[in-house]
């Protein structure tokens, strides 16, 4: 699995690629804000929040241009045969999906996606990755408690959804919300977006060539 630093001077495409971006239950959701206004500058933004995250996430703070979805909207927004479903419209809108912060329970839950064929798919984050086309890329970045990042599950977990070719944004050192200090926190948004808009360009230049 890929890690990747922060750089300055990103080149700037001419057309504006669609990224979706995904909050799930952790206290670093309060930086999905900042996030969602780093990806605006550059790209076309839709959010997805789960139910767990929105306790972090003022929904009216987000940027008016960020189209925001919910899990309510699941199926609300079907009504008869031949509608769009929403998690399979919004995988065929992406050129690119960030998961930001990734709990280590969406990341067990990713994990079961990929590798067991009874895998859940509980919330629209989740049905949209069991739907994902692995052609386009996905990104993760973690947040959680020191003793969950050490935890032999989650590297295993990370192992195994590398085989797909997720890419990580590594967590980082510091002081966490309960207090404990290690490795865990996810990384600043402006690290996360340097590493993605690298990371894309390189992916676009690469399907070009």
């Known amino acids: 699995m890929e890690n990747y630093t922060p750089q300055n001077d990103l080149p700037v495409e001419s057309a504006k690629p669609k990224i979706l971006l995904a909050a799930s239950g952790s206290v670093a959701a309060i930086k999905f804000e900042t996030l969602c206004r780093c990806f605006t500058e550059w790209a076309e933004v839709k959010a997805v929040v789960t139910k767990s995250s929105l306790h972090f996430i003022d929904k009216s703070s987000l940027p008016k241009d960020v189209v925001l979805y919910t899990d309510d909207e699941e199926w609300s927004t079907w009504k008869k045969l031949n509608d769009g479903v929403l998690h399979i419209e919004l995988r065929k809108w992406a050129d690119a999906m960030i998961i930001a912060p990734l709990s280590a329970n969406t990341l067990a839950k990713v994990y079961f996606f990929s590798f067991i064929a009874g895998g859940l798919c509980d919330n629209l984050l989740t049905c949209i990755v069991r739907a994902w086309d692995y052609s386009k890329p996905l990104y993760i970045a973690p947040a959680m408690n020191t003793l969950m990042?050490?935890?032999?599950?989650?590297?295993?977990?990370?192992?195994?959804?590398?085989?797909?070719?997720?890419?990580?944004?590594?967590?980082?050192?510091?002081?966490?919300?309960?207090?404990?200090?290690?490795?865990?926190?996810?990384?600043?948004?402006?690290?996360?977006?340097?590493?993605?808009?690298?990371?894309?360009?390189?992916?676009?230049?690469?399907?070009s060539s």
């Open 149 to 207: 990042w050490n935890n032999p599950f989650t590297k295993w977990h990370l192992d195994l959804i590398s085989q797909l070719g997720v890419i990580m944004v590594p967590p980082v050192t510091k002081r966490l919300a309960c207090g404990d200090y290690g490795n865990g926190a996810m990384a600043e948004p402006s690290v996360i977006y340097n590493a993605v808009v690298l990371s894309f360009i390189k992916f676009q230049a690469s399907k």
